[in-house]
């Protein structure tokens, strides 16, 4: 079942900039560490990025640093992606998760819920 919503996809040109937003589904839940991540088809699914709780840990795949930034904000129990300089290879569905724990990192098996993913497509 889907627990959060992914929200903020589109399709740009390369260089432009989107802003993705998490939040969970029905509001039921508070979310504590929250990862970034992302899959493009006949690829697994990568980490892109992930903050703790405190939004003191912060981290950011090779490939998106300096150009992605995450951050969150907790009285709105939401979670948010800012791209920037988009490349066509930033093209993938991205997902967020969350965990039950205050950190974690850069592993799909850290993360215990998940949304159903917003498309992302930069043409060149």
């Known amino acids: 079942q889907v627990h959060l919503v992914e929200s903020g996809g589109g399709l740009v040109q390369a260089g432009a900039s989107l802003r993705l937003s998490c939040a969970p589904s029905?509001?039921?839940?508070?979310?504590?560490?929250a990862g970034w991540f992302r899959q493009a088809p006949g690829n697994k699914r990568a980490f892109v990025a992930h903050?703790?709780?405190?939004?003191?840990?912060?981290d950011y795949a090779d490939s998106v640093t300096g150009r992605f930034a995450i951050s969150r904000d907790n009285a709105k129990n939401t979670v948010y992606l800012q791209m920037n300089s988009l490349k066509p290879e930033d093209t993938a569905v991205y997902y967020c998760?969350?965990?039950?724990?205050?950190?974690?990192?850069?592993?799909?098996?850290?993360?215990?819920?998940w949304g159903q993913g917003t498309q992302v497509t930069v043409s060149s």
């Open positions: 029905g509001g039921t839940f508070s979310m504590f560490a």
């Open positions: 903050i703790s709780w405190s939004s003191n840990t912060i």
């Open positions: 998760a969350t965990a039950r724990t205050l950190v974690a990192g850069p592993q799909v098996g850290q993360y215990d819920y």
